[in-house]
């Protein structure tokens, strides 16, 4: 492959090299400004079959490696042995390859040319990933601690990503206990939580619970009412369930009703909802309990439509369970957010072996998290989220994971998987987790 340099004073001086030289089809593979002049990475149209072939067999041609990819590798380069340091150099000068190329995917000239480049993205995940487990492997010999820590995260059930984003940041000064106590604060730190709970309760307003089946939402919807009884008295609530279809759904809601001395109304759809919602303006509060439904369902989308389709502004806050690993949360975030969820609810807190998958997720969301339920009792068994308190609960809890708890020499294989699964070097949401 001969990817061939033009420069120019302005676009079209560059471009008109590139034609010269190339002809009229020559493929543009990137175009920057330098130094205020125009230059422009280019490929001969013929040269585009070289694309094709694997890429981790053309390193010779390859150009340089990345000044980042270095410094991820650096430290191997110097203590590792030899034959890792080749497969290093070689998947680095590879994964730049692809890079250099995939750029090109920008302006695909052809459906060949797209699949070509499908494929080079793939690979390029698949040199990441590979890349990610061999400079963890590196750093996991130079700092124990660093080790030691991501594996109290996992073990907390927080996701690899989060914990190899964070224990890359973590000063490599620290040790063991010190990196936790920092990991904490920085989990503490980007834990959205109601500050104060008149936030909620004094400001008043519309609030849907929503989220899979069995989470906890009635019993939740039961919770808050009766708070919201206690304070301001049962005649500034009502209570609306959309459970009205299932045998025993409006029964469960009601008999909280009436011991509440609160009303409860059954709708079925966005008109009665609507309806109800207008009769009902004058409420200081109104809790709105849901049908459970699974995040793979289609419904899902038609209950965001039929809370966001009132006219009225319905906050809709997510019940999570702890029980549910991050994997399946992350899902339920997905399917649930529409057109945005205003927070989440953590339920059975008690039932938890680990919590540090709600928490990553809800992290990782920037779901602002309003109350931890941590049992059956109504109301006692709800709380305004801590995030200090839950933070460090994460990794107090006393769990039976020795089964699923990873030895020293799996935890790059973990790292690299992460690296894949998110899509790249920087997963989704982890940019933005503030670091001070
Ligand atoms: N241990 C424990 N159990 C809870 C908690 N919250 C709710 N439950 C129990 O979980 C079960 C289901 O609770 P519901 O409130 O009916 O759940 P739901 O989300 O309304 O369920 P569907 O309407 O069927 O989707 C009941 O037995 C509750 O008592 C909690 O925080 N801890
Ligand atoms: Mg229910």
């Known amino acids: 492959m001969n990817v061939r340099k033009f420069t120019g004073a302005t676009s079209r001086d560059a471009l008109r090299k590139v034609r010269d030289a190339l002809g009229a089809d020559a493929v543009i593979l990137s175009n920057r400004n330098v ?12 040269d585009m079959s070289a694309l094709a072939e694997p890429v981790a067999e053309t390193p010779a041609s390859a150009p340089t490696i990345s000044q980042s990819t270095l410094a991820a590798l650096a430290p191997r ?55 990610a487990g061999i400079s963890f492997g590196s750093q996991q010999q130079r700092s124990p601690a660093k080790s030691a820590v991501l594996r109290e995260m996992l073990a907390a059930g927080y996701s690899a990503s989060l914990g190899r984003f964070l224990i890359e940041k973590m000063p490599s000064s620290l040790n063991a206990s010190a990196g936790m106590s920092w990991i904490r604060s920085i989990l503490s730190r980007n834990l959205a939580t109601l500050s104060n ?10 609030y849907a619970l929503v989220g899979p089946t069995g989470v906890g939402k009635t019993t939740t919807t039961a919770k808050l009412a009766a708070r919201c009884v206690m304070r301001h008295g049962a005649g500034k609530l009502a209570l609306i369930t959309t459970d009205g279809y299932r045998i025993g759904g409006y029964e469960q809601l009601r008999i909280y009703g009436k011991i509440l001395g609160v009303m409860v109304h ?16 004058n409420k200081h509060m109104v809790l709105i309990d849901t049908v459970g439904m699974s995040q793979r369902d289609q419904m899902v989308a038609e209950q965001i439509a039929m809370l966001s389709g009132t006219g009225t502004r319905v906050n809709r806050l997510l019940c999570m369970s702890a029980t549910s690993t991050g994997e399946t949360l992350s899902e339920v975030v997905r399917a649930y957010q529409g057109g945005g969820l205003s927070g989440c609810i953590m339920t059975k807190l008690d039932e938890a072996a680990t919590i540090g998958g709600v928490l990553d997720v809800a992290i990782r969301q920037k779901l602002k998290m309003y109350y931890v339920a941590n049992g059956q009792r109504v ?36 790292v690299a998987n992460a690296v894949r699964g998110m899509g790249g070097m920087n997963g989704s949401g982890l940019r933005e987790v503030s670091l001070g």
Do not use: W
Not at 35 to 46: N, Q, V, Y
Not at 270 to 277: C, G, P, V
Not at 393 to 408: C, G, N
């Open 35 to 46: 130094d205020g002049a125009t230059e422009i990475l280019a490929l001969a149209p013929e």
């Open 77 to 131: 380069n110097v203590a590792g042995n030899a034959a890792e340091n080749n497969q290093a150099s070689r998947l680095a000068e590879s994964l730049n390859a692809a890079r250099e190329m995939s750029a090109a995917a920008e302006q695909p000239a052809s459906t060949e040319l797209a699949r070509m480049m499908a494929e080079i993205r793939s690979m390029r995940g698949m040199l990441e990933s590979q890349l």
């Open 197 to 206: 709970e008149n936030d909620i309760l004094d400001q008043g307003g519309v």
């Open 266 to 281: 059954s709708v079925k759809d966005e008109t009665d909802l609507r309806i109800a919602l207008s009769e009902l303006k």
């Open 379 to 414: 109301p006692e068994d709800l709380h305004v989220a801590n995030r200090d308190y839950l933070v460090d609960r994460s990794f107090k809890l006393k769990r039976e994971t020795a089964p699923f708890q990873y030895q020293d020499a799996e935890l790059p294989l973990v």
